[in-house]
């Protein structure tokens, strides 16, 4: 039985606010709320500021439906210069039992940005991050 890989960044619920035409989730939405864990990850890593440069790899597995509890797992995947790559899957829970799904899966890369928006380096792996 495949299982998330990368650590639990968000959960949240989806909403009957959140639907399409069909009924089903936005894939706007899901891909909305994979940026934002992704983006946390992405800012611990860079220890600072992060723009989201590119989506990758984007795939729409199974819809989500009102109710899901939406769960988006996320891993480093590869760090460069600048940029990092963060490997992204969604999962939903339905109906609020312990069976998941995967949903989504994307590789999202991410700028390090200094004050002024533009790319700066990536810290190494042990750098004290000073929070």
Avoid at 67 to 85: E, F, I, K, N
Wanted: aromatic share 6%; with cysteine; proline share 4%.
């Amino acid at each position: 039985m495949e299982k998330p890989e990368g650590e639990l960044m968000l959960r949240t619920l989806a909403m009957p606010a959140d639907t399409n035409v069909s009924g089903d989730i936005f894939g706007g939405w899901v891909l909305s709320q994979m940026d934002i864990a992704a983006g946390i990850i992405a800012g611990d890593r860079a220890q600072g500021r992060v723009a989201t440069i590119a989506v990758d790899a984007m795939k729409f597995i199974r819809p989500v439906k009102v109710g899901d509890v939406l769960c988006v797992y996320c891993q480093v995947q590869r760090v460069g210069r600048t940029s990092m790559a963060i490997e992204v899957e969604a999962w939903v829970r339905r109906g609020r039992i312990d069976g998941r799904e995967k949903v989504t899966e994307a590789v999202f890369t991410f700028v390090a940005i200094d004050g002024e928006g533009r790319p700066r380096e990536v810290p190494g792996e042990g750098a004290s991050s000073g929070h």
